[in-house]
């Protein structure tokens, strides 16, 4: 069975700082690309950050660029996302999202986790 479960979502300041993880599980981890997205209400769902098997260089979304760092773990099965100097446009669900590199179409998603920058 696969399975996506983030955590590590909540309230935070302006300013602060949160990291968000991923387990995944039910399939083989270090072939796939990993990513975050997000979507804030009433917006559309907006890819944040991934990176390739076996940690490639990762990509990241121009309102993020130099906030956030993405990593992943092909042992432990881990991607996350660190997130530092929060702002009140980053609150949004953070989903996490496993691309396979071999089978064109196949992806899977996470439940997603809220993350809220509020003072």
């Known amino acids: 069975q696969v399975q996506l479960v983030e955590s590590g979502g909540g309230l935070v300041q302006p300013g602060g700082s949160l990291r968000l993880s991923c387990a995944a599980s039910?399939?083989?981890?270090?072939?796939?690309?990993m990513r975050w997205y997000r979507q804030a209400p009433g917006k559309e769902r907006e890819l944040v950050a991934r990176?390739?098997?076996?940690?490639?260089?990762?990509n990241y979304a121009d309102s993020v660029k130099g906030r956030f760092t993405i990593s992943r773990d092909n042992e432990k099965k881990m991607v996350y996302l660190q997130m530092d100097s929060l702002k009140s446009e980053d609150t949004a669900v953070y989903y996490c999202?496993?691309?396979?590199?071999?089978?064109?179409?196949?992806?899977?998603w996470g439940q997603g986790t809220q993350v809220t920058v509020s003072s």
């Open positions: 999202n496993a691309v396979s590199i071999f089978v064109p179409g196949r992806a899977y």
């Open positions: 990176i390739t098997s076996p940690g490639g260089s990762p």
């Open positions: 039910g399939f083989t981890f270090s072939t796939y690309g």
